[in-house]
């Protein structure tokens, strides 16, 4: 394969990662170059073992988790937009908020971004066997661009206060929701 579209599957792919970033460093502005490094890693890693898990269960995996995949990206998406808009909203009190780097929560998040490259592998079993490739751009290409989005975040967090964090959680909804109705074949 044309390793130009191997690195445009990759970013396709970490658009997400750069948006839940982005808005995870809304809520915790002071945190950002932690952050980066941080979801960055467990986005990269998350992409590429997934894509690689999709690419080994083949077709049979497919049918089991495809008719829930969208369901559980827009209910963990859903749930820490609505705490972050909350926390925005309501947080009166200056306190470092971490709950991104809590293990549960970056989970959870981790799956949510990399459900998408699930489905990927999944097709690449049927079409290639350069897989190794695939799953090491997409986790490079996660990892960059969870870093850029959780950099960038800070530093409009700190310039704009609260309401960038309810933004941010309004972006995580918003992918939650796009995941959903995309899968739901709405748009």
């Given amino acids: 394969m044309d ?5 445009l599957v990759g970013i396709s ?3 997400d990662c750069f948006a839940v970033s982005l808005a995870a460093a809304a809520a915790s502005p002071t945190q950002r170059v932690t952050l980066a490094l ?4 467990a986005f990269g890693l998350f992409q590429a073992g997934m894509m690689l898990l999709g690419w080994l269960a083949g077709s049979a995996l497919v049918e089991q988790i495809s008719g829930i995949d969208h369901w559980l990206a827009f209910v ?10 909350y926390e925005g909203l309501t947080g009166g009190e200056e306190r470092e908020r971490r709950d991104c780097l809590l293990l549960p929560t970056l989970v959870l998040l981790a799956v949510a971004t990399s459900i998408d490259s699930l489905g990927v592998g999944l097709t ?3 079409v290639t066997q350069d897989i190794l490739i695939f799953a ?4 490079i290409m996660a990892f960059l661009f969870a870093c850029a989005g959780a950099m960038l975040g800070g530093i409009l967090a700190t310039k704009y206060g609260k309401g960038f964090e309810v933004l941010g959680g309004i ?3 918003g992918i939650g929701l796009r995941i959903l109705l995309e899968h739901l074949a709405v748009i």
């Fill in 171 to 173: 972006i995580l909804i």
């Fill in 136 to 139: 090491s751009v997409a986790g």
């Fill in 3 to 7: 390793f130009a579209l191997i690195v």
């Fill in 124 to 126: 690449l079993a049927f």
């Fill in 38 to 41: 941080v979801l960055g890693t």
């Fill in 13 to 15: 792919l970490a658009v």
């Fill in 76 to 85: 963990i998406l859903l749930i820490i937009g609505g705490k972050m808009i």
